[in-house]
């Protein structure tokens, strides 16, 4: 437990850090750009070993692919006055996710042969395309979506935020509330450990985080109190659902963790399941 608290204040200290940095570089934020390029390319790693796509040219082009949705996302915000900078970014990132299932579905038949896991590996091509390419562009997107309407580079910022404390709050609040009083099974097939007790104490904290970031950040844009815990359940419910569906993923696979790279928690796809699916929620609510 002493490992994973004391990786968990390096990563939240590193990565403050980091984003108020990035505040001098508003609007096109290449620290930002650094670690979701950094943090997708290690995903994306251990995903395929998760779900075992071992041939060269498919692991070469979901890297790519990847890389590059993760890339449109800055695309309309760069720092120079050129035709880039009047695209939409939902066109711009839906544009290159299109493409990108066209061409791993033209790798597919290029390199079909009759054994029959054809339509698996490009089924798992086009999820890791999904799962590490799309969703995290909701995520991203919270970074810039109020600062076209406030133009303040911090108001993203505050909602970015809001976001990953909302979500790790559920996480930390359903880690300690089930070690202390957990006893009914919330998944005992999928994760033995994790349990309704557990859930109810991270829905709380998630949402009681919510109120206070809001209570004492009040640039954030809820609406309300009420808005602000609404967003924390949601957003903590969300983050709940994404940790378990990669504890699926694992267990479907015979692995514990993604990885070994962060102490205590696991893989980057370890520290990333949670806020990959509450991305989009979070952006629903600020938009």
């Not at 620290?31 to 995903?43: D, E, F, H, K, R």
């Not at 339509?119 to 600062?147: D, N």
């Not at 109190?225 to 983050?239: D, E, N, P, Y």
Request: net charge positive; charged share 10%; hydrophobic share 50%.
């Amino acid at each position: 437990m002493l490992t994973r608290i004391l990786m968990g204040i390096i990563l939240i200290v590193s990565l403050v850090g980091l984003m108020l940095l990035d505040l001098r570089f508003a609007p096109w934020y290449p620290l930002l750009y650094a670690i979701c390029m950094t943090g997708s390319q290690l995903a994306v790693k251990e995903l395929n070993q998760i779900l075992c796509i071992l041939e060269k040219p498919r692991r070469i082009a979901l890297h790519i692919l990847v890389g590059l949705i993760i890339t449109s996302n800055w695309l309309p915000h760069l720092p120079c006055q050129s035709m880039l900078t009047n695209l939409d970014t939902a066109r711009v990132v839906g544009g290159l996710f299109v493409a990108s299932i066209l061409a791993l579905m033209t790798l597919e038949l290029r390199s079909f042969q009759n054994d029959g896991t054809n339509s698996g590996r490009v089924l798992k091509a086009i999820f890791t395309v999904v799962y590490l390419g799309l969703l995290p562009s909701f995520l991203i997107q919270i970074r810039w979506i109020t600062s076209h309407i406030h133009h303040l580079p911090s108001t993203g910022l505050l909602c970015l935020g809001a976001t990953i404390t909302c979500t790790k709050c559920a996480d930390i609040g359903a880690y300690f509330t089930g070690r202390l009083i957990g006893k009914t099974p919330m998944a005992p097939l999928l994760s033995p450990k994790k349990t309704l007790e557990g859930l109810a104490g991270g829905l709380t904290l998630s949402t009681v985080a919510a109120c206070l970031w809001y209570r004492f950040l009040p640039e954030t844009p809820f609406c309300c109190t009420s808005g602000a815990a609404l967003f924390g359940f949601c957003v903590g419910g969300t983050g709940v659902m994404g940790d378990l569906f990669e504890s699926m993923l694992k267990r479907d696979s015979g692995i514990k963790d993604a990885s070994s790279l962060f102490p205590g928690f696991g893989g980057c796809l370890d520290v990333l399941d949670s806020l990959l699916v509450a991305g989009p929620i979070a952006w629903l609510f600020f938009s």
